[in-house]
């Protein structure tokens, strides 16, 4: 069956933009989260939805990262006036429920700011 | 902040051979899981030990969990070369969702 997908596999952008990524979690899955994976800190957790809401967005790092979720299933990072230091690998990952602990990654989307 | 740290932060062994990789952790956890992940990109879930639980097998890979220790071990036994990427463990705390990655072993399988 369909993993969780996400796109762009790569974006470019200039310094100052903002830049939007997208994670198709696998079909009937209620939990998704995103995660970031840098060389400087490794895997951090961002934020957790369960269905719409997010009752964990303790990880994103500035006000310029904002995610939502729609419909229970898609979901947008968006990242405004982007930075250097937000070039990284941003993972999508989904589970069954947010107490089903198997989370599925998707391929990640490398975002780099020139 | 990274909950873990594994070591080696690299390995490299022959095909064949068997391959141990070691995670240590801080605070108490629900479980802990092994990750691996090719070329820097998606991870794959390797297998999910609790922490009421001391061994976990699953195919050629064994999972030891030493909760006084705060730490586990992955043993990857009879190496291929497909077996060469990154491995991470990662735990679950009080949130019981929220995965906290140590920093990863490159494990390389020469063939």
């Known amino acids: 069956g369909a993993g969780v997908s996400q796109s762009p596999s790569n974006k470019v952008t200039e310094k100052g933009k903002d830049v939007e990524l997208r994670c198709d979690p696998i079909?009937?899955?209620?939990?998704l989260y995103w995660y970031r994976q840098s060389l400087g800190q490794g895997l951090e957790f961002l934020i957790y939805?369960?269905?719409?809401?997010?009752?964990?967005k303790s990880g994103l790092p500035s006000d310029r990262f904002s995610a939502e979720r729609t419909g229970g299933s898609v979901s947008t990072l968006t990242i405004q006036r982007t930075q250097q230091e937000d070039s990284a690998v941003y993972l999508c990952?989904?589970?069954?429920?947010?107490?089903?602990?198997?989370?599925?990654f998707g391929p990640g989307t490398r975002l780099t700011v020139t | 902040s990274q909950q873990g740290e594994e070591d080696p932060q690299a390995l490299s062994i022959q095909e064949g051979e068997n391959a141990t990789m070691n995670c240590s952790y801080k605070?108490?956890?629900?479980?802990l899981q092994w990750y691996r992940q090719n070329s820097g990109r998606g991870l794959v879930h390797l297998i999910l030990?609790?922490?009421?639980?001391r061994e976990k097998h699953s195919g050629r890979l064994r999972v030891t969990l030493d909760t006084s220790k705060k730490s586990s071990s992955l043993l990857i036994t009879a190496s291929r070369a497909a077996d060469t990427a990154s491995y991470f463990c990662?735990?679950?705390?009080?949130?019981?969702?929220?995965?906290?990655f140590g920093k990863g072993t490159l494990l390389t399988v020469n063939p």
């Open positions: 990952a989904s589970s069954l429920g947010s107490y089903s602990n198997e989370q599925y």
């Open positions: 990662a735990t679950t705390g009080g949130s019981n969702y929220k995965l906290t």
């Open positions: 030990i609790r922490s009421n639980e």
């Open positions: 079909s009937g899955h209620t939990a």
């Open positions: 605070t108490s956890i629900n479980n």
């Open positions: 939805f369960q269905g719409n809401s997010a009752p964990d």
